[in-house]
T-cell receptor, first 119, second 114 residues
Framework: AQKITQTQPGMFVQEKEAVTLDCTYDTSDQSYGLFWYKQPSSGEMIFLIYQGSYDEQNATEGRYSLNFQKARKSANLVISASQLGDSAMYFCAMRSYGGISGGYNKLIFGAGTRLAVHP | EADIYQTPRYLVIGTGKKITLECSQTMGHDKMYWYQQDPGMELHLIHYSYGVNSTEKGDLSSESTVSRIRTEHFPLTLESARPSHTSQYLC?????????????FGPGTRLTVL
C-alpha cells in the first residue's frame, strides 16, 4: 500500500528563520513523484515544489527546497527565511499509477502540517 | 496561475436538497478529480475522470455522483444532502504527459448541510 506520513501536526517558527517540514513515504513503485502543496486558510491548494524519484539533485524553487533522501524514503520541505505569509497548512503528496487502464495520475496526500510563523 | 474554477465557493443548504457543485477548467486538461477534505485534515479522492465519458470512484466512498460530458466541465451532484456531507470539496485537473503531472486545484467549495 502507498502512504504518506507527516508526523508534525503543527510547527512554529520565528520570522526570517528556516523551518523543515517532515514527510516520509511508502511505495513499491520504482517511478514516482513527490509534491508539496500549501493550503492557506482560504482553502485553495498551491503547488510549491516537485521531486521525481529519478532526480539526482534536490529540487529548489525560490525559498523552498526539498531534501530528498530516497533510501530513507523521506522528502522533507525546507522553507528558508520564513515570512508571515507562510503561515498555512502544508501537504506532502505522492503520485502513483494505478487503475484499470493504468497511468492515471493519482495523488496520495499526507495529513498535513500546520505552520505558524511568528513575528 | 491555474485556470480552474469552482462554484459556489460557499453553500449552506438544508437536509434532503439536491445540489450540484460546478468545476470547470480552461487548460484543456484531460484528467480531472474531486477531493473531499474535512477542516485541517488530509484530502481524499472521491471521483476522477480520464476524459470525456470516463468517470471512476476514488479511494473514499462517496454518495455523490459525477459526469464528464465535456472536457472542461466536471460537476459533482448530491441527490439528497445530509449533515454528514458537510466538508470542503476540491476539484483538480492535470494534463497527461506533462513532466510533473502537476495537479492544478480550484479554490474549493465549502459545503454545510444543516
Amino acid at each position: 500500500a502507498q502512504k504518506i506520513t507527516q508526523t508534525q501536526p503543527g510547527m512554529f517558527v520565528q520570522e526570517k528563520e528556516a523551518v523543515t517540514l517532515d514527510c516520509t513515504y511508502d511505495t513499491s513503485d520504482q517511478s514516482y513523484g513527490l509534491f508539496w502543496y500549501k493550503q492557506p486558510s482560504s482553502g485553495e491548494m498551491i503547488f510549491l515544489i516537485y521531486q521525481g524519484s529519478y532526480d539526482e539533485q534536490n529540487a529548489t524553487e525560490g525559498r523552498y527546497s526539498l531534501n530528498f533522501q530516497k533510501a530513507r524514503k523521506s522528502a522533507n520541505l525546507v522553507i528558508s527565511a520564513s515570512q508571515l505569509g507562510d503561515s498555512a497548512m502544508y501537504f506532502c503528496a505522492m503520485r502513483s499509477y494505478g487503475g484499470i487502464s493504468g497511468g492515471y495520475n493519482k495523488l496520495i496526500f499526507g495529513a498535513g502540517t500546520r505552520l505558524a510563523v511568528h513575528p | 496561475e491555474a485556470d480552474i474554477y469552482q462554484t459556489p465557493r460557499y453553500l449552506v443548504i438544508g437536509t434532503g436538497k439536491k445540489i450540484t457543485l460546478e468545476c470547470s477548467q480552461t487548460m484543456g486538461h484531460d484528467k480531472m478529480y474531486w477531493y473531499q477534505q474535512d477542516p485541517g485534515m488530509e484530502l481524499h479522492l472521491i471521483h476522477y475522470s480520464y476524459g470525456v465519458n470516463s468517470t471512476e470512484k476514488g479511494d473514499l466512498s462517496s454518495e455523490s455522483t459525477v459526469s464528464r460530458i465535456r472536457t472542461e466541465h466536471f460537476p459533482l451532484t448530491l441527490e439528497s444532502a445530509r449533515p454528514s456531507h458537510t466538508s470542503q470539496y476540491l476539484c483538480a485537473s492535470t494534463l497527461s504527459g506533462t513532466d510533473y503531472n502537476e495537479q492544478f486545484f480550484g479554490p474549493g467549495t465549502r459545503l454545510t448541510v444543516l
